[in-house]
Antibody, heavy 121, light 109 residues
Framework: QITLKESGPTLVKPTQTLTLTCTFS??????????VGWIRQPPGKALEWLAL???????RYSPSLKSRLTITKDTSKNQVVLTMTNMDPLDTATYYC?????????????WGQGTLVTVSS | QTVVTQEPSLTVSPGGTVTLTCASS?????????PNWFQQKPGQAPRALIY???IRHSWTPARFSGSLLGGKAALTLSGVQPEDEAEYYC?????????FGGGTKLTVL
């Protein structure tokens, strides 16, 4: 059974750094073709892809947020961590992590339940 | 920045058929973009439906089908059920960077 679960603060202040952890089970991030991504969704708005990390430690970031994001993995703990610096109220959103399977055809198949992060002073 | 465009909203009658589309600002959508489709109901996480243009996940009902249509990715629902009322998102891959569409709110009425 594959599961993913996001954890982290529910409230952060503007300019602070957000750190979110995705803890997963049922698969290994050391298996070829596997990745874990982060996606967010502001209230009432569309999904937005943020970052991806692959089994071989290759990392990809959304061009519009690249300067603020860092994604890392701890394969032994089955965790992926996303940090986002200089948080702004516009970053208020539900943050999801999802498994990415590849290489071809690539897909996000299993998702976490999401965690709502509010940015407010 | 590439923009992926979907119909903001569509309405369909129960038992009917509806097609949602997904267009790319960079030109025609092809299978090389590995179109994915997701369904999201209020208060829930997205659920994967289709990948690789037309491949259903093991849990996806057969009434959902994916294709390429007129330079766009398309999701067709045949024999629509009331429980299909939801937001639907497409996802295209641009050289390893995924981009979501703005979503289509499907109403079953």
């Amino acid at each position: 059974q594959i599961t993913l679960k996001e954890s982290g603060p529910t409230l952060v202040k503007p300019t602070q750094t957000l750190t979110l952890t995705c803890t997963f089970s049922g698969f290994s991030l050391s298996t070829s073709g596997v990745g874990v991504g982060w996606i967010r969704q502001p209230p009432g708005k569309a999904l937005e892809w943020l970052a991806l990390i692959y089994w071989d430690d290759d990392k990809r970031y959304s061009p519009s947020l690249k300067s603020r994001l860092t994604i890392t993995k701890d394969t032994s703990k089955n965790q992926v961590v996303l940090t986002m610096t200089n948080m702004d109220p516009l970053d208020t959103a539900t943050y999801y992590c999802a498994r990415r399977m590849g290489p071809v055809p690539t897909r996000f198949d299993f998702w976490g339940q999401g965690t709502l992060v509010t940015v407010s002073s | 920045q590439t923009v992926v465009t979907q119909e903001p909203s569509l309405t369909v009658s129960p038992g009917g058929t509806v097609t949602l589309t997904c267009a790319s600002s960079s030109g025609a959508v092809t299978s090389a973009y590995f179109p994915n489709w997701f369904q999201q109901k209020p208060g829930q996480a997205p659920r994967a439906l289709i990948y690789g243009t037309s491949i259903r996940h093991s849990w996806t009902p057969a009434r959902f089908s994916g294709s390429l249509l007129g330079g766009k990715a398309a999701l067709t629902l045949s024999g629509v059920q009331p429980e299909d009322e939801a937001e639907y998102y497409c996802l295209l891959y641009y050289g390893g960077a995924p981009v979501f569409g703005g979503g289509t709110k499907l109403t079953v009425l």
